[in-house]
């Protein structure tokens, strides 16, 4: 404890006795004995208004100056909370020196207002958004998205919690207040100056950028002082690649009530569950069993790791070098240091919903997450071009989503624009609990199957769909779908190949594509429609190439079957 944060205790004790408040003995003990670590820090609510990013010095380490990127002057940037039904809207202002765009993951955004990678606004620009929320309440949250820059951005800091309350939700009578909290989760790695470098090597693109240091709402080495009641956590994933077996050091069972986009029908009892990047879980615990002075912690169990190959300090035999997947990890100690004034029951039903039906499924398609010869990440043979259309789905259709790894690495999946349930893994429809209910983001093991259910029902026009690895992400695996309501489906073109050479686009495609059309629109908006690109295509080998003079990026391409 530094010596203001001590001079603080001691004045709220002495006054707390000046005003004649007779304080607990294990309180007024413990508030005279240093707890080792950070007292968790909140960000601020959103109250309306701008999102300001910025670059900005804040002291994460104790006595230490660090370069982050921060939202309205913090990490995690602030809290934001809107009733289903209400809008949310936002002034997104760039005050960085590169382009900045924000996605709000888990919300269902129109299309040109949910933070496409291609709608990134420049250095000292801003933009408006304002939606209505329509969705069960949950846990969501925001962060960065910019074209090859999400990695770099969110590692930095650009994320924060966006939390949406409905009436079923306050139906249930679930802990609030300072009973209700928020822990955004994500692992660091400063370098002896407390600063945060970003430039992840081909090992650390192949599993990701990971670090040791768990920051919990940009607190190091966090505690949190708890009464012995019932707390309701909300964690979110916001670290770039690493996923947590979370659970109690003393491996005391908890309930898992809500995933990522919001509550289980009932609680699940568990003593651990993982969380890959982008998850959500939010969690009941209970402290009535430990008594005042002691403490439990939230930790991740060690686990066996994929990518088992190499990767930062993998291989076998050889010299670890860091931080790995897997590697055993503090999150927050909890303090309990008072005894709770009334303590909630856990709830034996959250909030049903009805599971979308297999039967009912129009079709399956395949995603298969891979790499290139060159090693770079790709779904279906394909690294993510921002003005390639790779996929249309028709709006309305149930269907089966089936991810296949071939690299023997973590991939957590996330399309966005629609919720869906996971159907099976690893073959059996048998899930672990954190698969259950509504989910965003699932977890792809190591050369597992993974298939899920799901049905776009929100918004027409263009998303991705992609790895939430962020690494992964910013390498490529990633994918621009359309959704739309009268869409014809086509079985998937043969790939259109773009390169970008200064203000040139060399747009090519095999010859064999025959009965296919290049097309092209001018913005991810549904309002903007295909139109055939008139100029004349070239022979080259066995390949069709046009050349675009004077890109725009807000245009996009795609084959599509006449
Ligand atoms: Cu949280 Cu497209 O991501
Ligand atoms: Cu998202
Ligand atoms: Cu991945």
Not at 206 to 217: H, K, R
Not at 304 to 315: D, Y
Not at 471 to 495: C, F, R, T, Y
């Amino acid at each position: 404890m530094n010596r203001r944060s001590f001079l603080e205790r001691s004045a709220t004790v002495a006054s707390a006795f000046a005003a004649g408040i007779t304080l607990k003995p294990a309180r007024g003990l413990l508030a005279q004995i240093a707890p080792a670590g950070n007292p968790l820090r909140f960000p601020a609510a959103f109250a309306g208004g701008m999102l300001a990013v910025e670059p900005r010095q804040l002291e994460i380490w104790p006595g230490r100056q660090t370069n982050v990127f921060a939202v309205n002057g913090s990490v995690p940037g602030p809290t934001i909370r809107v009733r289903k039904g209400a809008d949310f809207e936002a002034h997104v202002m760039n005050m960085l020196s590169e382009p900045l765009v924000i996605h709000w993951h888990g919300i269902l955004a129109p299309a040109h207002l949910d933070g496409h990678p291609r709608d990134s606004v420049a250095a000292g620009q801003s933009y408006m958004v304002k939606f209505p929320v329509n969705q069960r309440a949950g846990t969501y949250w925001y962060h960065s998205h910019t074209d090859l820059l999400t990695g770099k951005q969110a590692y930095l800091g650009v994320a924060g919690a966006f939390i949406v309350e409905d009436p079923a939700e306050a139906a249930l009578g679930l802990p609030t207040g300072d009973h209700d909290v928020i822990l955004i989760i994500a692992d660091k790695r400063p370098d002896a100056g407390g600063q945060l470098p970003y430039a992840p090597t081909m090992m650390e693109i192949a599993t990701g950028f990971l670090g040791e240091a768990v920051l919990v709402n940009g607190t190091p080495d966090a505690y949190l002082p708890v009464d012995q009641g019932l707390y309701r956590l909300r964690l979110i994933n916001a670290s770039n690649a690493r996923v947590y077996k979370l659970g109690l050091s003393d491996e005391r069972p908890f309930h898992l009530i809500a995933n990522d986009a919001g509550l289980l029908p009932k609680p699940a009892q568990v003593t651990s569950f993982l969380l890959p990047p982008g998850g959500r879980a939010e969690l009941l615990m209970n402290f009535t069993a430990y008594s005042q002075g002691t403490s439990v912690k939230l930790v991740s169990h060690p686990y066996a790791a994929p990518g088992g190959g190499g990767g930062h300090g993998g291989g076998s035999g050889g010299m670890i070098m860091g931080p790995v997947q897997g590697m055993e990890l503090d999150v927050l100690r909890f303090d309990v240091d008072r005894s709770a004034q009334t303590v909630p029951l856990v709830p034996a039903n959250l909030v049903a919903f009805t599971p979308h039906d297999a039967m009912q499924a129009k079709r399956t398609r395949a995603f298969t997450l891979g790499v290139s010869h060159l090693d770079k990440h790709q779904i279906n043979g394909a690294t993510f071009d921002a003005q390639r259309v790779d996929l249309t789905v028709p709006k309305g259709d149930l269907e089966i989503w089936e991810f296949k790894d071939t690299t023997n690495e973590f991939h957590p999946m996330h399309p966005h624009g629609a919720h869906f349930q996971v159907m099976e893994r690893s073959g059996t429809p048998v899930i672990p609990p954190e698969d259950t209910g509504w989910k965003d983001t699932v977890l792809v093991g190591a050369n597992e199957t993974v298939k899920v259910l799901i049905k776009f029902e929100s918004y027409e026009g263009i998303f991705v769909n992609h790895c939430h690895n962020l690494e992964h992400e910013d390498d490529g695996m990633m994918q621009n779908l359309e959704i739309k309501s009268d869409a014809v489906v086509e079985p998937s073109g043969p790939s259109l190949a773009i390169e970008h050479m200064g203000n040139m686009l060399h747009l090519s495609w095999p010859m064999s594509a025959e009965g296919y059309q290049l097309q092209s629109r001018s913005s991810l908006d549904h309002m903007s429609e295909w139109q055939p690109v008139t100029q004349v295509p070239e022979m080259i080998g066995d390949r069709m190439v046009l050349v675009i003079e004077g890109n725009s990026p807000a245009h996009f391409y795609r084959l599509a079957r006449l």
